[in-house]
C-alpha cells in the first residue's frame, strides 16, 4: 500500500514538474514577447488581472465538476486548455497584443483547472507528516525546471533572432504539455465524496473563531507580492538587459540557488521552525530589493534575484503546509478540501488582483523607474503582513508538534 502511495506521489510531481517546464519555457518569455510588441505596463497588469478572474472561477465554478465526478479529468483538460493557449498565440503572432483580455481568459482557465485538481490530489497523497518534504521537493523541481526551461529557450530565441525562435519556443511548450496529459493517465482515479458546497468559502470565513480567517488575510497578503512580481521582474530585466539571452541566464542562475534553498528547507524545515522561518523570510525578501533603490541594471536586479530565491522557501513552505494542514484538521475539514481549497485560490486572487490594480493606478499617474522601484519594496514587504496575521496560528501549530 506505502509502495503504491510512493509511485503515486511520483507521478504527481512528474506532472507537475512536466507542467513547470512548458510553462516556464515559453511562460518566461510570454510577457516579453508581448511587450516587444507594445511597450505599456498596463497592458500587461490587465493580461494578469484577465487571468486572475479566470483563475478564481475556474477555481469556484470547477469545484463542483472536481468533488462530485473525475477531479482527473479536470486536471487533463487544465493541461490541454494551456495548449490550446499557446495554439493561439501561435496562429495571432503580433496580433496577440490585440486580445489581451480573451487570451488571458483562456490562460487563466487553464491554470485553474489544472491548480484545482493538482492541489486536491496533492491533499490527499500527502499528509501533515510529509507536506514540508513533498513541498520541498516540488520546490526542488520547480527550481529545475526553471534552470532548464527559460535559458534553453532564451538561447533559441537568440540564435533564431525574434520571431521564429518564439514560435519554436510555444511548439516545444505545447509539446510538453501533451507529454503530462499522457503522463497524467498513469495517476489513479480519485473517489468523488459528497456534494459540492458553493457558499463554503464565505461561510467559512463568517464562521466565529474558524483559523481560515487569519490564513484568508495571510493568503491575501501573499498574493499582493505574487501578483505584479509574477511579470514585473522578467520585464525590468530584459528592458535592463535588452536581450533574450540575459533572461534565460538571469533564470538559470535564480534557479540553481533556489534548488539548493528548497533542497535545505525540504529536508530541515519543521512545524516548530515555521513562525521564525517565516518572519526572517520576510524581511530578508524586503531587504533584498533595496539594491535596485540606487540603480535599475541586470546586476542589481541579479542580486535581487538571487536574494529571492536563497529566502523565498523561508516564507513559502510555512505558508502552504500550515493552510493544507488546516484542512486536515478534522475529518469534517477534510471533507470540505475541495470548498476549502476553493476559498485558498479565491484569497490569492483577491490579493494577486488588489496589487495588480495598485499597479496600474500608480504608473498610470507616473512611470519612471524610481516609482516603479519603491512600488516593488512596498508590495515586496507583504510577506511580512501574512506573518503578522498567521503567527498566531504557526505557535499553536508549533506547539502541538513539540507534545506529539
Known sequence: MKDSAHKQEVLLLAVNGLCSLAS???????NVYLWKNQQNFAMIGWFTVAQQIAVGLSFWLGGKWVKEHNKMNALRLGLAVSGLFYLLVLWLGNRAVHYIWPLGLVLGIAIGLFWLAYNIVYFEITDAGNRDFFNGWMGLLGSFTGILGPWVSGWIISALHGERGYRLVFLLSLSIYGIAVV?????????SEGAYLWMEPWRELHRKGSAWRPAAAALVFQG??????SFLIGLLVYIAAKQESKLGQFALITSAVALVSYWAAGKWFTPKLRSGGM???GILLVAVITPLLWN?????LLIMGIGTSLFLPLYMLPMTSSVFDLMGESKESAGKRVELVVLRELCLMCGRMLGV?????????NDSPRVIT???LL????????????HHLLKRKADASLLQ
Request: proline share 2%; glycine share 12%; aromatic share 16%.
Open 379 to 390: 508590495l515586496g514587504a507583504a510577506p511580512l503582513g501574512s506573518w503578522i496575521t498567521l
Open 24 to 30: 516556464v519555457l515559453a511562460g518566461t518569455f510570454l
Open 357 to 365: 490594480f495598485v499597479f496600474i493606478a500608480v504608473l498610470s499617474v
Open 183 to 191: 503522463l497524467s493517465f498513469f495517476l489513479k482515479k480519485r473517489k
Open 374 to 376: 519603491w512600488l516593488m
Open 224 to 229: 499582493l507580492r505574487e501578483g505584479v512580481f
Open 279 to 281: 518572519l526572517v523570510g
Open 296 to 300: 535599475v541594471s541586470y546586476g542589481t
